[in-house]
């Protein structure tokens, strides 16, 4: 482990692409989610290339609230080359402009909305998505990027230790459960028929688990809530029999990742985004009590009520030959990291 600081891992990403960021110098972007804990990801690492290669680069930033970023990220909304508009994905309309690239990324990835309003759920990406689409085809965008999820496979067999692009499998249709995971895939069919019939350039990733800074401890990640468990000196607890099986990528090597997909990937191309090391969520809790506290972790065994309570684990082999990426952080030191960001000490 290491005296780790966010300013290396900006850095490091800016490094990473150094020949992918000049595609970018003085063009403009439309990006929908970028407050959001990816979309901030890559807004970080735009904003620290911009600064160091004077790229001269614009994006519109599509936010419920601009005011509420602001004050979590004043560096992000006072850069000059982010303009951050007020509204929603659902309200999304042409503006009129030109964009060379347009990202979408908002999706509210809430457990407790796919539980209790999953109609809400569905029509938020399905709806989302063609509005966005819409806007990337008037503003003759030259590429449309598709923020995905790996969940359009459905439950992964336990026989499948990664699943890869070419996977047939598809989520549940007789449980309200898959209204996330259905409606990322119906955005996908989406995408196709506007590549077919707009002429539409457009990349898609879908993104599997995820660990790093800026991920709120609070909401129903895992990895998010031992974390914050254990550094508050607390028994981390396993709510189920902890033999679901994930694997989590850091949030920089993702946000590499992204970027080369939008600048590199071929038109249509299409990625897993994740890491290929799985871990089941028991072995999860020891590992993050182990290594941030001594107040040890409990399995209690109850049944999961999730989507998955499977395996959750991508084959990345496509894009790591295709875009020559790979992991960098692995998951112990991602598990540091993100508490480190957090105000622990240890």
């Not at 001269?56 to 850069?79: E, M, Q, S, Y």
């Amino acid at each position: 482990m290491t005296a780790w600081t966010f300013n290396e891992d900006l850095a490091g990403m800016s490094e990473a692409l150094t020949g992918s960021w000049p595609q970018l110098a003085g063009k403009r972007l439309f990006m929908t989610g970028g407050t959001g804990f990816i979309g901030r990801w890559m807004l970080e690492a735009l904003r620290e290339a911009d600064r160091r290669m004077g790229l001269g680069v614009t994006v519109d930033i599509l936010t419920r609230n601009p005011a509420a970023f602001a004050a979590k990220a004043p560096h992000l909304v006072n850069h000059p080359g982010f303009n951050f508009i007020a509204g929603d994905v659902l309200s999304l309309r042409a503006n009129g402009e030109r964009y060379d690239y347009v990202l979408h990324a908002a999706t509210d990835a809430s457990a407790d909305l796919n539980e209790n309003d999953p109609l809400r759920m569905f029509d938020t990406i399905v709806a989302g998505t063609r509005a966005a689409l819409d806007l990337a085809v008037r503003s003759k965008a030259k590429r449309f990027f598709f923020f995905s999820s790996g969940a359009i496979y459905g439950a992964q067999p336990w026989e499948v230790t990664h699943v890869a692009e070419d996977y047939r499998g598809a989520p549940d249709l007789g449980t309200h459960r898959s209204a996330y995971a259905e409606g990322k895939r119906a955005a996908e069919m989406l995408c196709t028929i506007y590549a077919r019939q707009q002429g539409l350039n457009i990349v898609n990733a879908r993104i599997f688990a995820l660990l790093g800074p800026l991920l709120s401890l609070d909401i129903h990640f895992a990895a998010g809530n031992f974390i914050r468990d254990a550094m508050a000196g607390r028994k981390v607890v396993v709510q189920g029999a902890g033999t679901a099986v994930r694997s989590y990528l850091y949030a920089a090597d993702l946000t590499v990742w992204l970027w080369k997909i939008l600048l590199e990937a071929p038109p249509g191309g299409t990625y897993n985004v994740g890491s290929e090391d799985g871990i089941s969520i028991a072995e999860l809790a020891r590992r993050t009590a182990t290594l941030l506290g001594d107040a040890g972790f409990e399995i209690l065994g109850r049944e999961d009520s999730g989507w998955n309570p499977g395996r959750y684990v991508p084959s990345t082999r496509k894009i790591q030959d295709e875009l020559g990426v790979a992991p960098t952080v692995g998951l112990d030191e991602a598990i540091v990291r993100t508490a480190r960001w957090n105000g622990w000490n240890g």
